[in-house]
């Protein structure tokens, strides 16, 4: 549950506010470090969905970025290379914002953050359609010619102006999967307590990734294209199964990584916010 924890001392950037008919007292959340440690980690947490939605439109050749030979995988009939959304580079980030407001802000404050979100999500695109739609000056359409690129306002325009059904299946499947993982990792730390660290950061990122990774490919471009059509055709089932499982492998391969990361993360926070009031913030679901 989200909420300001009133420490057993008081600072002295604790303000005391009294009138004729109540008295109240309110933390300065600029100082109070429960607090303050919640707005860096939201302010982190939405940049880095705000950035992966806005790099994910570029797909790069994993083999061709680390200097290997393509591997020309053959997964349910489909065959293909390691080519990855460049969104994936925010990835580890996802992983550690989400695990740590899990464990010190439980299920309202990752609800609360995965539906600001969204909202901001919308709220960008929005502008950016909206930037899209304004008339370009002449000298800027032509201002990048020698660098090969000679219509600046259509580079604009296919660079941000994600289709419909990517935007629609991008921000659908991130709040499913954040849904998912704030139930799966507090029903594990009910289960387990304070132990295994480990089982509740990595498990809930195995499964919500899963539901994630199958979730934005079905709907962008599959069930999208199906109900109203649109530029491109429905893709088959092999494909979405194909890419899905190259992509989810990858996080998954990832989140295994991340979790040294996670305690050394963890260690920091507990040491910063104190023991005591680390403890009463992780016991608060």
């Known amino acids: 549950m989200l909420q300001v924890i009133l420490l057993p001392e008081i600072h002295n950037s604790q303000i005391m506010t009294e009138s004729s008919s109540s008295s109240f007292s309110f933390i300065d959340v600029v100082t109070h470090r429960p607090s303050r440690l919640f707005i860096i980690l939201a302010g982190f947490f939405i940049a880095n969905a705000l950035v992966a939605e806005l790099i994910g439109v570029k797909i790069f050749a994993l083999e061709d970025t680390l200097g290997l030979k393509p591997w020309n995988f053959n997964l349910f009939g489909e065959i293909g290379a390691l080519q990855f959304s460049a969104g994936v580079l925010l990835w580890p980030v996802v992983f550690v914002m989400t695990d740590l407001l899990n464990e010190y802000y439980g299920q309202r404050g990752v609800r609360l953050l995965s539906y600001l979100t969204v909202g901001l999500i919308i709220y960008a695109f929005l502008m950016i359609f909206l930037a899209i739609l304004l008339v370009p000056a002449g000298w800027w359409v032509e201002q990048s010619v020698s660098q090969g690129v000679p219509d600046s306002q259509a580079a604009f325009r296919v660079t941000f102006g994600q289709g419909l059904y990517i935007i629609v299946g991008s921000v659908s499947a991130f709040l499913l999967a954040q849904l998912t ?23 809930s990122t195995v499964v919500s990734q899963l539901v994630d990774s199958f979730a934005i490919l079905y709907l962008a471009f599959k069930l999208g294209p199906e109900l109203f059509g649109g530029l491109i055709e429905p893709w088959p089932w092999s494909r979405i199964l194909a890419v899905a499982t190259v992509q989810y492998s990858f996080k998954f391969i990832m989140a295994i990584l991340m979790t040294p990361v996670i305690y050394l993360v963890h260690g920091w926070i507990d040491r910063y916010l104190g023991h005591e009031v680390a403890k009463r913030m992780k016991a608060i679901e």
């Open 181 to 203: 993982d704030v139930f799966v990792f507090q029903r594990i730390r009910r289960s387990t307590g304070e132990r295994w660290l480990w089982l509740r950061a990595t498990g």
